[in-house]
Structures are given as structure tokens and as C-alpha cells.
């Protein structure tokens, strides 16, 4: 099983980015679908929620700015990330569950400057 991340970069605040995490090894549209982020120093948070059914739940500080979306065809998730903040710099990871089974993807690292 492999999630693949990409899409983080370097962007100015006010900025968008889209990340993008491509599965495979699983079948991916009976997964539910996450994305979470860790910044230095802090604990890794959950930032948005895709079920298998397409029903989504965002983080509070998160929720107007950010979308989570997936295409089951391609055997992605995305994340689109709007009005980024210096505060959203963090290394953003994807991550697969269905029951027992979970599966992290690595980071790729978003960094919004002032």
C-alpha cells in the first residue's frame, strides 16, 4: 500500500495551493480519506474528513478556507487550500482507513510566508 503526496510548496500568505494524495494497493473508494498536518513543535492535527460515501467534516479553524475532495477513477484525494495563513505551515499528510485498516501517506510540506 502507498500513498503518494504532493502539491506543497511555498506560497505567499492570501495564497491557494491543492494538494493531491494518489493510492494505490487498496481498493480506494471504499476508503474513508483524511487529511492532517503537523507543524514544528506542535502535534499532528486532523484538518479534513472524506468518507467512502463522499460526506465531508473539517476542522473548525479550517472549515470556509479548505476543501477535501476525492476521485475514486483516480484513486485520489485532494485537499484545496485557500486564503493560506503562516499559520498553515506544516507538513500535510494523507491517510486511508476502513476499518482495522489504516495507512498513513508521507508529508509534503506547505510553507506560507508573511
Known amino acids: 500500500v502507498q500513498l503518494q503526496a504532493s502539491g506543497g510548496g511555498l506560497v505567499q500568505a492570501g495564497e491557494s495551493l491543492r494538494l493531491s494524495c494518489v493510492a494505490s494497493?487498496?481498493?480506494?473508494?471504499?476508503?474513508?480519506m483524511r487529511w492532517y498536518r503537523q507543524a514544528p513543535g506542535k502535534q499532528r492535527e486532523l484538518v479534513a474528513v472524506i468518507t467512502s460515501g463522499g460526506r465531508t467534516n473539517y476542522a473548525d479553524s479550517m472549515a470556509g478556507r479548505f476543501t477535501i475532495s476525492r476521485d475514486d477513477a483516480k484513486s485520489t484525494v485532494y485537499l484545496q487550500m485557500t486564503s493560506l495563513k503562516p499559520e498553515d505551515t506544516a507538513a500535510y499528510y494523507c491517510?486511508?482507513?476502513?476499518?482495522?485498516?489504516?495507512?498513513w501517506g508521507q508529508g509534503t510540506l506547505v510553507t506560507v510566508s508573511s
Open positions: 491517510y486511508a482507513e476502513r476499518f482495522s485498516h489504516r495507512y
Open positions: 494497493g487498496i481498493i480506494f473508494s471504499v476508503y474513508d
